[in-house]
T-cell receptor, first 119, second 114 residues
Framework: AQTVTQSQPEMSVQEAETVTLSCTYD???????LFWYKQPPSRQMILVIR??????QNATENRFSVNFQKAAKSFSLKISDSQLGDTAMYFC????????????????FGRGTQLTVWP | NAGVTQTPKFQVLKTGQSMTLQCAQD?????MSWYRQDPGMGLRLIHY???????DQGEVPNGYNVSRSTTEDFPLRLLSAAPSQTSVYFC?????????????FGNGTRLTVT
């Protein structure tokens, strides 16, 4: 079974500062996909960023970037210039391409990190 | 685009009652799934479907049934609700031929079983 671990249940950061959320995973697969989802108080699940394991270059989406360390099985999310609207629960998720003979992979989630951005 | 639509948004049940959580998507996605979210537990997969007529169990399937008669709809049935099923439920979908594409989530259903 795949496991995804987020070791920081809660974090806080001051507006305009940078914060890094940690995520580690356990897998024997060589090809897989990693995601960060954001869940604000509205409860909506929003994709923040994704990374394909065969790509060595770290993914970047505006103020959000990842530090993907495949050998260490680590996938941390860096938020630069934090904004009040970044306050949310952040979930790290892992997906391998195939499961049970299907070509459609299952998504495994970590337990989440509650990020609070304060003025 | 409506995306993934879940109904109802809130529901209170008494132990032993049955109900169906509805999920519909208008993106012609083959893959649909149900997750439950509990505090400190992240999202756990209940059931999923890779196409009409095809369903399979996830991590926590006990107490839930699903069916997939059309591409658009993937209802989740609770046959006899229990307090342990108090949770927030999310439906999510993804294109079938792009397994690296992210899930599209509905806005969730908050269910309380008393």
């Amino acid at each position: 079974a795949q496991t995804v671990t987020q070791s920081q249940p809660e974090m806080s950061v001051q507006e305009a500062e940078t914060v890094t959320l940690s995520c580690t995973y356990d897998t024997s697969e060589s090809n897989y996909y990693l995601f960060w989802y954001k869940q604000p108080p509205s409860r909506q699940m929003i994709l923040v960023i994704r990374q394909e394991a065969y790509k060595q270059q770290n993914a970047t989406e505006n103020r959000f970037s990842v530090n993907f360390q495949k050998a260490a099985k680590s996938f941390s999310l860096k938020i630069s210039d934090s904004q009040l609207g970044d306050t949310a629960m952040y979930f790290c998720a892992f997906m391998k391409p195939a499961d049970r003979g299907s070509t459609l992979g299952r998504l495994y989630f970590g337990r989440g990190t509650q990020l609070t951005v304060w003025p | 685009n409506a995306g993934v639509t879940q109904t109802p948004k809130f529901q209170v049940l008494k132990t032993g009652q049955s109900m169906t959580l509805q999920c519909a998507q208008d993106m012609n996605h083959e893959y649909m799934s149900w997750y439950r979210q509990d505090p400190g537990m992240g999202l756990r997969l209940i059931h999923y479907s890779v196409g009409a007529g095809i369903t399979d169990q996830g991590e926590v399937p006990n107490g839930y049934n699903v069916s997939r008669s059309t591409t658009e709809d993937f209802p989740l049935r609770l046959l006899s609700a229990a307090p342990s099923q108090t949770s927030v439920y999310f439906c999510a979908s993804r294109p079938g031929d792009r397994y690296n594409s992210p899930l599209h989530f509905g806005n969730g259903t908050r269910l309380t079983v008393t």
